[in-house]
């Protein structure tokens, strides 16, 4: 059963403010609490007995069997999946020599949670293991954005940092890379096999203070180049196309 | 002012089956209302005075002034941004003619509102004019869907059928795309300028019944190819990585 104190918690969990101060967050669904718990540590794990008698065990500093209706009031999903965990959120160093030889990711204020999740799972479906995020972007560990990767976040480490400095500091070992409507055909450009690549702003796109910093400007093309179609592409979409060109040319 | 007749309308057509009764839309926000004004009937344009004041004509049936508190609570938005429209639904014809020489997306049973709404954006970037939909995929008109193809809906055909009888009689005129796990690698593989790419439902893929009708079966590879990572990518950024491979040969 669920305490008072329990609840306050978990509830208190769907703000940031909360997370951060308590290094918390919650996953739901059986297949990623089970990948989730493979790279951080499961404080506690709070489940059906249907759940508990119908999978493998997941270790976890303390354990809780609820009801289906118990479930139902602290969930955030439309309809649970008998399992809730609150993990510890990682803290997840690098170096710059972690960075060389790369292809990392910088979001420059991608404020939708739901973009955010999924540019994730792009990273790491790409293989892409350090994704930079500017401090105002939205946070990789609000429920939507966790459930939205699929269990990606287990691979790929997310940074907040002061993101015009650091990529002040990368500028001199890396090429940076964006997205521009002026930029070079990125079909026919010369790609390098690391760099870090630039996303900006679902409305306003690459900040003018990071554009300054950026070395190749990449334009995606429309199709055909010369009829009117939609004026951009959603973020998420665009880092994923972005992505798969530096890929498939290795 | 709004009648209370226009607010239980309104409110209606959040429902699927009242958009079908009426063939009636909702769209909201200037840019978006302005886009699919070029291509649909605007049957109510609802906007506040200081809308009005600062925008152009849009020509519509019927104009309708409310305060910010009226909008707010007819509004789907968060933050309403001044006006509403209420488009009506196009009869989106077409002949198997319309459909050589180009290249077509096929969804088999894409459930969620935003990606459906996210592959309308992409299909209209990658200048696909035509959308063939199974009838238990999400709808096109619904308000969330509408709002996320930022204004594609206005370029791109959506026409919902009986999918596998669709690909059933195209099957002998152009080759029919799909993603598998055990496909033949997109990056080498020949791919055609015209034909239909299929692309499943979000969680279970493409449905067996039109699996067996798929002639070429394609993989995305995931990089890199020997470590585990995602096992799938979101259902959007699959197919803009198909599209975006097909129209970057040409």
Redesign the interface.
Known sequence: MLSKSKIKLITSLLQKKFRDETGLFIAEGGKLVFDLSSSFRCSILIATVNWWSENEKIISDEYITVTEDELKKISNQKSPQGVMAIFEKPSNDFTMGDLTNKLSLALDNVQDP?NLG?II??A????IANVFCSKNSADAYSPKTVQAT???LA?VKIHYLDLPEFIKNCNNLLPIYGTFMDGENI?SKELTESGIIVMGNEGNGISEEIEKLITNRLL?????SN????????V??AT??VC??F??R?
Chains 1, 2 share one sequence.
């Not at 995606?220 to 055909?224: D, K, Q, R, T, V």
């Open positions: 739901g999924t799972r792009v790491d479906w790409f293989g699929m269990g990606a691979r079909y995606i093309p429309s199709y055909p009829e009117p179609s939609s004026e951009s592409l959603n998420s979409i994923a196309l798969g060109e890929r498939r290795i």
